[in-house]
């Protein structure tokens, strides 16, 4: 064997360090060391919330990574407020498609951060009513001099679509119970019945007292200043620093510099804070190498040596069957997808309470009974609690209303106790377009659900009947829920719609708050302590991305809207389509406890 000399060894070993080696101490330095001075920098978390946020996560893993949920958005304000290298937080809101009670969970959120002792600075350059009341927690708000407010107050349009179908030739015959139950009257009637409006004007003032309430204690300005502002309806940001609604009227960079000034450090911005830059970006190889390498790893488990909560997620309309999406309404709520979450959250002995996350109008009558079914069987097997969201009305309060406590926001819509039955005839519109259809029957109500014809007195009745005992069925079991009698209850239900503040004030909920505060009440009735750690786990589980391919290319997914749901014109936007969409979704059913669609609050 060779050997190398000493001498060649340190050759090798010398060309082998790195260069960096040499400048720290190869080489010596002439005159004094210089030392780079680093300018201390206010580290401020860039949030901008705008557009739609879902309840729930997606169905299937990996078919949108940037779809943001309500509970993203509260962890990152949570995690931003926890670290220690985080000092502020720099918010804009954009234009926002989300209801009054989502905005005010977002509120909450930020209250919380604050409570931190750091510091949130809000900057738009235009606001309506709705980003206007989600900034309204900053410590300052900034607008430029010609920015626009548009704060007009509150707006409902309701639609009915009576005198369309009859054009159309088709006429609806509904059956409802009870006074205030007018989900059906968009397709019945072309003006409010007197019971609606009294709803809509009681909904109307509960909310437009919220908003000019918070907008005058969060800008700390008399009600009557900001009710004066409201009634002006559209100004510059020169108007609204006058008014007191804005604290500096500048642009985005001045307010930058602006920070700097007041913090006497250097402001950054922390631009995708939280984001992980590489699973996000599909646009770039390694982002779609880091999605396709995730799609076959097991998820992590949550901690074994804890104990669990489970965080349940109920969205959309409630219908028989599975979980689906849609284009048009959204999230689709399947009975046998909640109720199997249910079981399965039930059957684990390390799940110590159960939260369900509510935000539904209703739908199918016999699906919400199932659900609701399940939830009585956990209530017997570990403590549940309801979170409602923007809204838990109609089906979305009956799977509710089993719930050891029940917590909505401010301004959720619930209650809509109430029932409707029926059909549309289509016997006219098969007249104009030249369609003839012919009967043959056995039995006295055969014809009960043809869709030639309105119903007959027989069939009338029996449709009568029918919703009449389901209604009896749910106002006898939502007052078992709720403690009370029948008598107390149905006072509060024939079909009525009531805000979160006065659903607690009448006692279908029992406490005022959000998300946050149904978890706290949560680990409370497991029986665990403030500062004892638990594992939130999330129902229903997302299904692998592969699963979602197969079904695409099986044909196991139906289209949205057919041209067969009543042939109506692209002319009637999104909301026609809509109602008649779940109108299809909902024609096997034929009972059903869903809130009036028909409500619409412009901000």
Request: a neutral charge.
């Amino acid at each position: 064997m060779r050997r190398i000399s000493p001498p060649r060894i340190f050759l090798i070993l010398l060309l082998m360090m790195p260069l960096t080696l040499f400048s720290g101490y190869g080489f010596p330095q002439s005159g004094k060391e210089e030392t780079k001075k680093v300018e201390e920098t206010y580290n401020l978390v860039e949030l901008r919330l705008t557009g739609s946020y879902k309840e729930a996560p997606l169905l299937y893993e990996g078919l949108s990574t940037d779809q943001k949920t309500i509970r993203d958005m509260l962890k990152l304000l949570k995690k931003a407020g926890e670290d220690e290298d985080v000092h502020g937080l720099f918010l804009e809101v954009g234009t926002l498609d989300i209801g009054l009670a989502k905005i005010q969970e977002l509120m909450e959120g930020l209250e919380r951060f604050k409570k931190t002792g750091k510091k949130i600075y809000g900057y738009n350059d235009m606001f309506l009513l709705n980003n206007y009341l989600l900034m309204t927690p900053a410590d300052k708000i900034c607008m430029p001099p010609t920015g626009m407010m548009i704060i007009p107050g509150l707006h409902a349009e309701i639609t009915f679509f009576k005198n369309l179908l009859a054009k159309l030739g088709i006429a609806a015959d509904l059956e409802h119970v009870g006074d205030y139950k007018s989900a059906s009257d968009m397709f019945t009637r072309d003006t409010m019945s007197e019971a609606q409006r009294e709803v809509v004007n009681s909904i109307l003032d509960e909310t437009f007292e919220y908003i000019l309430t918070t907008i005058s204690e969060n800008r700390g300005i008399s009600r009557e200043a900001v009710s004066r502002a409201v009634d002006s309806a559209i100004f510059s940001g020169t108007e609204a620093k006058e008014l007191q609604l804005v604290d500096y009227t500048m642009y985005r960079d001045q307010l930058i510099k602006q920070i700097k000034e007041e913090a006497g450090k250097k402001a950054k911005l922390m631009k995708d804070y939280g984001k992980d830059k590489k699973k996000s970006d599909l646009s770039s190889m390694a982002g779609l190498l880091a999605f396709f390498s995730s799609l076959g790893k097991k998820k992590e488990e949550p901690d074994t040596d804890v104990p669990r909560i489970a965080l349940l997620y109920a969205s959309g309309t409630i219908v028989s069957g599975e979980n689906q999406e849609s284009p048009l309404t959204g999230s689709i709520m399947g009975d046998r997808t909640i109720t199997e979450a249910l079981q399965d959250a039930r059957k684990d002995e390390k799940v110590k309470a159960v939260v369900i996350r509510i935000d539904s109008p209703g739908g199918s009558g016999l699906a919400s009974d199932m659900i609701w079914r399940e939830v009585v069987l956990t209530r017997k097997v570990k403590p549940v609690i309801v979170s409602m969201s923007d809204v838990a009305a109609s089906g979305g309060y009956y799977i509710a209303m089993a719930a050891d406590t029940i917590v909505a926001q401010p301004g959720t819509i619930t209650g809509s106790i109430g029932v409707i039955g029926g059909k549309f005839s289509m016997g006219g519109l098969y007249e104009k377009i030249g369609m003839d259809v012919e009967v043959v029957d056995r039995g006295k109500n055969a014809s009960l659900f043809a869709s030639n014809s309105m119903f007959s007195e027989s069939e009338r009745e029996v449709v009568r009947k029918f919703i009449r005992d389901f209604y009896r069925d749910f106002v006898t079991k939502a007052a078992s829920g709720r403690k009370m009698t029948y008598e107390d209850l149905e006072q509060y239900a024939q079909g009525r719609v009531w805000t979160g503040t006065q659903a607690k004030e009448i006692g279908l909920v029992d406490e005022l708050g959000g998300m946050h505060r149904a978890l706290d009440i949560a680990r409370e009735k497991a029986g665990l302590k403030e500062d004892d750690k638990y594992a939130l786990v999330i129902y229903p589980k997302q299904k692998p991305f592969f699963e979602y391919l197969e079904k695409m290319f099986s044909g196991g997914f139906s289209p949205a809207l057919s041209l067969d749901s009543f042939m109506l014109s692209p002319g009637l936007g999104n909301e026609a389509l809509m109602y008649l969409e779940t109108v299809k979704r909902l024609q096997g059913e034929r009972i059903f406890c869903l809130m009036p669609y028909s409500l619409r609050f412009a901000y």
